[in-house]
């Protein structure tokens, strides 16, 4: 299994622009999500899934929009790039919920200019 | 509102020296707790979880946590660190099942 794969793992924007960070898992985990990271601010929630179809706000959601279409993608949209979006990105899966083993991507480091 | 705090934000220690973490959450209900850990260069990865039951659980590397519940408390331990030990730990609650939510992390430095 690949686990938790994300793309790219690295990206430098305008403020602006768009772009998707792409999350895919293998191993038919129900639930997933997105957090930001930043220094001195640990892990914060932004966009969370508990399945195809059904997605939710966490605790920092503007700004980004997600979709589950189905239950191996959860893809992150960024509609207009703003420096305060210079993070690390990470996706998790577990198999149902936030109270499961989180399998986390390698992430991906934006830099918004 | 629910959190999960972590006072200590960096931490220096000598191969060889305990150490002990701290790790505080606030939550009345049922509580289950982890701590991740993020070595350099690689993503987070469980070191151990708190369900229920025996309330002194042990992880992987040699690590162990206790809970209190007196306390709001799953301070992470080891007796003796290592240099690969050096990392970031993170502690983490859910608040239902829904929303996982992270303390701001111990960056820990162990001087070979």
Redesign the interface.
């Known amino acids: 299994n690949a686990g938790v794969t994300q793309t790219p793992k690295f990206q430098v924007l305008k403020t602006g622009q768009s772009m998707t960070l792409q999350c895919a898992q293998d191993m038919n985990h129900e639930y997933m ?1 997105w ?1 930001r990271q930043d220094p ?6 932004i966009h ?1 899934s ?1 399945g195809a179809g059904i997605t ?1 706000q ?2 920092v959601p503007n700004g980004y929009n997600v979709s589950r279409s189905t239950t191996e993608d959860f893809p992150l949209r960024l509609l207009s790039a703003a420096p305060s979006q210079t993070s690390v990105y ?1 996706c ?1 899966s577990s198999l ?4 499961y ?2 399998y ?4 991906t480091r934006l830099t918004v200019t | 509102a629910q959190s999960v705090s972590q006072h200590n934000h960096h931490v220096i220690l000598s191969e060889a020296a305990s150490l002990e973490l701290g790790c505080n959450y606030s939550y009345g209900g049922t509580v289950n707790l982890f701590w991740y850990v993020q070595y350099p260069g690689q993503h987070l990865q469980l070191l151990l979880k708190y369900f229920s039951g025996d309330p002194l659980v042990k992880g992987i590397k040699g690590f162990e946590a206790e809970f209190i519940k007196s306390k709001f408390s799953f301070n992470l331990r080891k007796p003796s660190v290592q240099w690969s030990d050096t990392a970031e730990y993170f502690c983490a609650a859910p608040f239902g099942n829904e929303k996982l939510t992270f303390g701001t992390g111990t960056r820990l430095t162990i001087i070979p």
């Open positions: 999500s957090y001195g601010m640990g892990l914060r929630l969370y508990v939710d966490g605790e990470f998790a149902q919920g936030a109270s083993e989180q986390f991507g390698p992430g």
